[in-house]
Nanobody, 116 residues
């Protein structure tokens, strides 16, 4: 079992930045690939970004490429999502996920609201 706790969400104006954090506990963090997803009101949860267990490989949704950056600190058992040039369309609840094989664990989510 892996526990994940997101933080760093909030209200920001369009063009601004936020950094989300996801602190993990319960299992060896470096064994897990990590990802960020988001869910806007009335929409399905969608993929945002992912990072391999070593941090050597990353992947992004087309909608956030060039604006968001995912990183991890295995010594701190934490994954980050740096979000720049935020747009109102980025408004959503952001969820952290930990993957190992067929297992996926979710955090409780953190709200990000971007005002125009």
């Amino acid at each position: 079992q892996v526990q994940l706790v997101e933080s760093g969400g909030g209200l920001v104006q369009a063009g601004g930045s936020l950094r989300l954090s996801c602190a993990t506990s319960g299992r060896t963090f470096s064994n897990y690939a990590m990802g960020w997803f988001r869910q806007a009101p009335g929409k399905e949860r969608e993929f945002v970004a992912a990072i391999s267990w070593s941090g050597g490989s990353t992947d992004y949704a087309d909608s956030v490429k060039g604006r968001f950056a995912i990183s991890r600190d295995n010594a701190k058992n934490t994954v980050y999502l740096q979000m720049n040039s935020l747009k109102p369309d980025d408004t959503a609840v952001y969820y952290c996920a930990a993957d190992r094989g067929t297992l996926r664990y979710w955090g409780q989510g953190t709200q990000v609201t971007v005002s125009s």
